[in-house]
């Protein structure tokens, strides 16, 4: 059960959302920052983990809002070492492309995000599968939105699952929690992807990519080159 | 003349979710069962929501102080369609521009097994 995008902001709010996470059966959960306040949030970082260690666990990710692809690419190398998940908003069809093509990102955040379709098309797809980049597909965007505009939204999602049965890209699903209003239990959280055209597999997968995410980075300063690895 | 109740074999089966609730406004039992329907045929559609058989049973306020107003609440729905219903109420999240949360910590076969969740 683990949620690589709640939005993270005071000491105090993200105490309380951690708590209610807890409460609701996640087992880890990741704030997430921009690149102007992650170095802020660092501060009181080592204090919250502390003070939650008996109820969840959780880190940080960093969460690039940009749309110049030189400075993105600039910020990654700057945090990699220090976030345990890079993440990128995306959107602009550049940025998609992108970021889909750096394997120093993690994951491509809301590719639909003010858009008419799904930001993704098969390039792209095979792209994200061969960089290990995974998709993030926000619960909050369809939570906040109502009428036509929460339809294109889930129809953004299904045209999602199709490029992802067929090229299989990691693909992971998160709350974008932003207060404690926005957080559901897990078991709320998968009824709702299983509705929109995921099956259980897929939704429980997804969790697995989350997890295989943050394990991977936890051994990325050993890694040579891709597939090679310092062992001892 | 009142109907006669149905044998058992012929009786809608249902199931029980017990809802935990956040919400700005203080909320009486209609509001909240007017807020599930708008919710469910929002989500699911006239057609789908008719199937669920959906009845408040209880509305209970927490005796916890918080900031926030919270309570828990035994819904009835027919079994099978627990998922759809669990879907329309997590996507509930305003009334009358004030913030709603309506999330599901347990299920249940009968009224009696909902009390170990509340």
Redesign the interface.
Known sequence: MFDLNIRGSSYDSNFRLAFEASKYGWKHINFSYNQNEFDDAMIFFDGLKNDLKDYIAIDYTLNIKSNNPHEIRKITRRYRDDASCISLTGGNLKINRDCVENIQIDVLSRPYFKRHDSGLNHILAREARDNNVAVELVFCDVLHSYLSHRSKILSNFRDTYQLYRKYEFPLILSSGAKSVYDIKTVSDFKAFFTQSGLSESEVDKSFKTSENILNFNKNRKNLILKGVRVVD | MKLKILPKSQRKHNHYLVL?I?SEIELSKNDFTSIVWDGCI?FQGENNTSNFNLWTIKLIKSDEISF?NEYKAILRCQRDF???V??S???I?NVNRK???I???GISGTIKGCQKFI
Request: proline content about 0%; overall charge neutral; charged content about 40%.
């Open positions: 935990d956040k929002r926030l627990e998922d759809e669990r879907s109420l997590a996507l999240h913030r709603i949360s999330t599901c910590i």
